[in-house]
């Protein structure tokens, strides 16, 4: 069998991300120094030295390649170069507190398209990786997401409780919660791997910049999943984010819209407030 013409991103994208996450775990529960970005997210060493890690990787493997990162920014190439987007700790503020939900993040982008992805979790050590028609799969096991059928089945993971209102989505979330069996906080980028490896249903951000996107257009779309907006169009630009599966996308979205409730009863469609 011939192989995949994406396999030599993905192998490059999953030992970029082992090598600088394993970078990161000589930072990890040391008393590191945190600063302040102008942006009031906090930033340490092992943030810096990951992505300079994976920078110098790409630089030179990839020398024609887009590269976006979190702490250095963008480094420029020819209209239509592919893109690699690059967050070296998603999660800072678990990582300083020495929470090991915190990921290493790669995308892989080509046209305007994520076809590769890797989520390393170094503390955790699971990567979480896929390719384009390739499937998705966590420490070498294939995954998908989970079979529920409806939000009252559903585990629901959201990182801070706070960033809700000052999106204006406040009551979104609250109606998502009301609707949902269970719900957990605190996950950063780990809420859409368990979502992409069918532990949780439905993952929401309601602030996001690409970076922190980068992997899981792909991981969520290899493992019959979605990844996108909050108005269901797969993408890393919308400024937010979900993921969620296939079967329960029309529910969320729904409700995330505060369209009311559809029951059935005695076979007839009802919808209540």
């Not at 384009?132 to 409780?161: D, H, Q």
């Not at 599966?245 to 469609?269: H, Q, Y």
Request: hydrophobic fraction near 40%; include cysteine; aromatic fraction near 10%.
């Amino acid at each position: 069998m011939a192989a995949s013409p994406l396999r030599e991103y993905l192998d490059f994208a999953v030992e970029t991300a082992w090598e600088a996450g394993r970078l990161t775990l000589g930072f990890f529960r040391t008393a590191i120094e945190t600063e302040t970005k102008a942006d009031a997210s906090p930033v340490t060493i092992a943030d810096r030295r990951a992505e300079e890690c994976i920078r110098r990787r790409i630089e030179a493997r990839f020398p024609g390649h887009r590269i976006v990162g979190e702490e250095f920014g963008e480094r420029q190439a020819q209209a239509g170069a592919p893109c690699w987007w690059v967050d070296p700790i998603d999660g800072t503020r678990s990582f300083v507190r020495g929470v090991p939900l915190y990921g290493v993040l790669l995308g892989f982008e080509v046209e305007g398209r994520i076809v590769v992805g890797a989520a390393y979790f170094p503390a955790l050590d699971e990567m979480l990786y896929a390719a384009e028609g390739e499937g998705c799969y966590l420490n070498g096991r294939r995954c998908r997401v989970s079979p529920a059928a409806s939000l009252a089945a559903a585990a629901v993971c959201f990182t801070n409780a706070a960033a809700f209102p000052g999106a204006g989505r406040d009551e979104a979330l609250r109606r998502i919660l009301a609707r949902a069996a269970y719900s957990a906080g605190g996950s950063d980028a780990y809420g859409h791997a368990l979502v992409a490896s069918g532990r949780a249903e439905l993952m929401l951000d309601p602030v996001m910049k690409p970076y922190d996107c980068g992997p899981f257009p792909v991981l969520l779309r290899e493992a019959g999943g979605f990844f996108g907006d909050w108005s269901g169009h797969e993408t890393i630009y919308g400024g937010e984010a979900l993921s969620t599966s296939r079967k329960l996308l029309p529910e969320v979205l729904a409700v995330l819209r505060g369209e009311p409730e559809k029951r059935k009863e005695n076979g007839d469609d009802r919808r209540v407030v």
